[in-house]
């Protein structure tokens, strides 16, 4: 049994013009100790995505599909049931933790709080306790970072503190939400490592969400790859960076620098990302695809195995080999009808 899966996922949400719909279809599984990464630009779903996974949905909104951590429905729990599941079995890492460390309590106190609450521990063993967390995570001087206060500390160090916050409870599942953006490279790689290192020494499965392709290569067992609310492409990471399935996802990898290749200017996918809402009928990656042609505007392409992973092309056979290699061109007026010799 796997320890997540989520199957055929949809939240809608309320506005003004009626529901709008933000995770269209979602489907993917995680294996027990399998760091799964989800890559996609702003607006395609990734933190609904994640936040589900805990029962945490916006106001209103209208949720189906089956979302299960080890065989608990989270969709069908009652009250009671989620908070032994936020409790214990999931801790999820949030990507500005300025934004969900209380500013005028102490470390101390924010660590403290789910030791002493959640495994009944008393005051001096939960502070025992946090002192060993922070040094896990890097942080020395363990006992005086307890009595400081969130501002008193970088923004690399309050990161690391949230993941001591989470790995406290010794959960089954992390959900890692971009929690590198807002810091430097020398801390990110510094913070991934850790994350890493806790993953394999206690055995966590961890579904990690991230803009960078390369960081998800490089930290993941498998990546998936979103777009407008739904999975495009998933493959094992080294398979991916290496031969992509999907136009959007040789796109995403083609406009990244890289210190291997000069360019005078890093290609770019031409357009912009849209909403699973904003999607018309065919392909939601259609308008920007400079392979598109008629058919993929007007039919949503199905999920479809290939190889060790899945993508949902109509023309993935007819790209093997070309988007490993080829930038995505930008499309000029019409549908492009576009041949491919392979």
């Known amino acids: 049994m796997s320890m997540l899966t989520i199957e055929d996922l949809v939240v809608r949400v309320r506005s003004q013009d009626g529901p709008r ?5 979602v489907s993917l599984d995680i294996e027990r100790g399998e760091a799964l990464g989800l890559v996609g ?3 395609s779903g990734k933190s609904i995505t994640a936040r589900t996974v805990l029962g945490l949905f916006p106001a209103g909104s209208q949720v189906s599909g089956r979302i299960e951590v080890d065989g608990f429905s989270v969709l069908g729990a009652d009250r009671r049931g989620l908070t032994a599941l936020r409790s214990r079995r999931v801790a999820m890492i949030f990507q500005d933790p300025r934004a969900h460390i209380n500013p005028v309590h102490r470390i101390g106190d924010f660590l403290t709080e789910a030791l002493r609450r959640h495994l009944g521990m008393d005051r001096a063993g939960a502070a025992r306790r946090a002192v060993g967390l922070l040094a896990d995570v890097g942080i020395p001087d363990g006992e005086r970072r307890l009595r400081q206060y969130p501002h008193e500390l ?6 690391r503190v949230m993941i001591a916050a989470a790995i406290a409870i010794e959960p089954d599942l992390i959900l890692a939400d971009e929690p590198t953006t807002a810091l430097d490279v020398t801390t990110q790689s510094e913070v991934m490592a850790i994350l890493g290192e ?3 020494q206690r055995g966590m499965a961890m579904l990690f969400i991230t803009h960078d392709l390369e960081l998800a290569a490089a930290t993941c067992d498998r990546t998936a790859v979103m777009y407008a609310g739904r999975i495009v492409e998933r493959q094992p990471s080294k398979s991916l960076a290496q031969q992509p399935l999907h136009p959007y996802t040789s796109g995403l ?4 620098p890289s210190i291997e290749t000069v360019a005078h200017r890093l290609p770019v996918i031409p357009g912009r990302p849209v909403a699973a809402f904003e999607a018309g009928e065919g392909c939601a990656f259609a308008p920007r695809c400079g392979f598109a042609l008629d ?3 007007r039919e949503r392409p199905p999920v479809e195995h290939r190889l060790e992973g899945e993508v949902a092309c109509h023309r993935h056979e007819e790209l093997t080999g070309v988007l490993a290699g080829e930038p995505i061109a930008a499309p000029t007026g019409a549908p492009v009808e576009r041949s491919v010799d392979v």
Do not use: M
């Open 253 to 256: 990898l083609g406009s990244r």
């Open 295 to 297: 058919r993929c505007h």
């Open 198 to 200: 806790l993953r394999t």
């Open 41 to 43: 630009e702003s607006g």
């Open 21 to 25: 719909t933000i995770v269209d279809g």
């Open 154 to 159: 970088s923004g690399g160090l309050l990161q």
